[in-house]
C-alpha cells in the first residue's frame, strides 16, 4: 500500500474522512485558512532560495500580496477575514525574516521529498510512505535539524511532541535520504509562524522501530475495513470547521438539509429539540443543586457520626463506593501504538444524546453517589 502522513493523519482524526478523500477520491475545496497555510509555505521556500542572492524582506513581501491576491478570488470570503488574513501574513512573514535572516542558516534542502519502504513481516508485503519536509538544515558538525512550518494557533506541549508522529516520520524520511545520517544527530522542530516559537524533539532507534510498527497497524486497520467492507465511521471534532466533506457528513447532513428542506416536519423535530435542550438545561441546574444538597447532607452526618438520616417523606443512607479511574490518554497512547485505537474507539455499549446549545456542552444525567 503507498500512503503519506496526512492521509495516514487524516484517518486517525476521522476515517470517514479519509474513505471520502482517499477512496472515494472525491475532492473538496480548500478553505481560507489552507490557502493562507499554503501560501505562507509557499513565501518561505522562496526565502530561503539563493538565486543567486537571497531576495530582500520586501521581495518576500510582494509575493506574498501577488499571491493572495490570485488565490483569494477562488474562494468564498469576507472583505473583513481578507484584511485579516493579508494583515497577519505580512506580521508572521516580516517577523520571521527579522529573527530569521536565510544568510544565517546551511539549508540543506527545501521541501524535501522522501519516500520510505515499511515492511510488513506478518503479511510478507512491504508498505511505500512518501512525505514532503519544508526544510533541512545542518549545523554545527553532523548535527541536522528539520523544520516543519506551522500556521495554527494551537501549540502542542512538549510530551505531545515527543509522540508526534508526523515528526517520527519525518525522521525516518531523511535517514533513508541520506543513509549516512546518524539517527541520535537528527532534531525535529516545528516552528510556529503566529507566535514566532520554535519547540524542537528527538528520537532514538528504538522510537523509531516502534514508529514502524504503529505504521504497519494502521495501515492494516485501513486494508481491514476495505477488504471486510466495514464502515468508516465520522469522528466529530473541533476540526469539523474547516473539513470540505461537511455537506457529506452524517453528522452534519441535517444542518445542510434545514437551509433547503420545505418539508413540514421540519418545523416539528425544531420544535422538539428546542424542548429537549430546555430540559437539558432544567436538569443540569437541578444536578446542580441536588449536587449542593448532598454536600450538606453528608457534612451533617460526619458532624454527628451517624450513617442513616431520616426526613419526613423517606431516609438518606451513605454508601461507600470503590470506583476505578482510568488515565484515558495512557490507555490511547498504547493503543494508537498497536493500531487498534479507532477500532476500539467506535465501540459503543449504549447510545447517549449530546446536546449543543450556545456552544455549551451537555453531558448525560449523573446520579449523585450514595443518594
Not at 520510505?116 to 511505500?128: K, Y
Not at 516543519?148 to 508522529?165: F, G
Not at 436538569?283 to 450538606?296: H, S
Request: hydrophobic share 35%; glycine share 4%; with cysteine.
Amino acid at each position: 500500500m503507498r500512503t503519506s502522513y496526512s492521509s495516514l493523519n487524516t484517518y486517525q482524526q476521522c476515517p470517514l474522512k479519509y474513505k471520502f478523500q482517499e477512496i472515494d477520491r472525491i475532492k473538496a475545496a480548500k478553505g481560507p485558512e489552507a490557502i493562507f497555510g499554503n501560501i505562507i509555505h509557499n513565501c518561505l521556500k522562496f526565502m530561503f532560495e539563493r538565486t543567486p542572492l537571497y531576495p530582500a524582506s520586501d521581495e518576500i513581501i510582494d509575493r506574498f500580496w501577488l499571491l493572495w491576491g490570485e488565490r483569494k478570488s477562488k474562494i468564498e470570503i469576507s472583505l473583513e477575514e481578507d484584511k485579516a488574513y493579508a494583515e497577519e501574513g505580512v506580521l508572521i512573514l516580516k517577523k520571521f525574516y527579522k529573527h530569521n535572516q536565510p544568510w544565517n542558516f546551511n539549508v540543506l534542502d527545501l521541501e524535501s521529498r522522501f519516500e520510505i519502504l515499511i515492511p510488513d513481516s506478518d503479511a510478507g508485503e512491504n508498505h511505500i510512505l512518501a512525505g514532503i519536509i519544508d526544510r533541512v538544515d545542518k549545523n554545527n558538525g553532523d548535527a541536522y535539524e528539520i523544520i516543519d512550518y506551522k500556521t495554527s494557533r494551537r501549540m502542542p506541549s512538549q510530551e505531545n511532541l515527543d509522540n508526534d508522529l508526523q515528526m517520527s516520520i519525518y525522521h525516518l524520511g531523511i535517514i533513508k535520504r541520506w543513509p549516512h545520517i546518524r539517527p541520535e544527530n537528527v532534531k525535529l522542530s516545528l516552528y510556529f509562524l503566529k507566535h514566532g516559537e520554535k519547540i524542537t524533539t528527538s528520537r532514538s532507534e528504538e522510537n523509531l522501530e516502534k514508529t514502524k510498527k504503529f505504521i504497519v497497524g494502521l495501515i492494516n486497520e485501513i486494508k481491514n475495513r476495505i477488504q471486510n467492507n466495514c464502515d468508516f465511521p465520522a469522528f466529530p471534532s473541533p476540526l469539523c470547521g474547516w473539513c470540505g466533506y461537511k455537506p457529506l457528513c452524517p453528522m452534519w447532513k441535517h444542518e445542510y438539509q434545514k437551509s433547503t428542506s420545505q418539508k413540514a416536519d421540519q418545523n416539528e423535530i425544531e420544535k422538539i429539540i428546542k424542548e429537549y435542550l430546555k430540559l437539558k438545561e432544567q436538569n443540569n441546574q437541578n444536578d446542580k443543586r441536588l449536587t449542593e444538597l448532598q454536600a450538606f447532607i453528608y457534612d451533617f452526618m460526619d458532624s454527628e457520626g451517624v450513617e442513616r438520616v431520616f426526613g419526613e417523606n423517606g431516609y438518606l443512607t451513605k454508601i461507600l463506593q470503590e470506583r476505578l479511574v482510568y488515565d484515558m490518554k495512557k490507555i490511547r497512547q498504547i493503543l494508537e501504538e498497536l493500531g487498534k485505537w479507532n477500532e476500539v474507539a467506535k465501540k459503543k455499549q449504549f447510545t447517549v444524546l449530546k446536546a449543543n446549545k450556545n456552544k455549551k456542552p451537555y453531558s448525560p444525567l449523573q446520579l449523585p453517589a450514595g443518594a
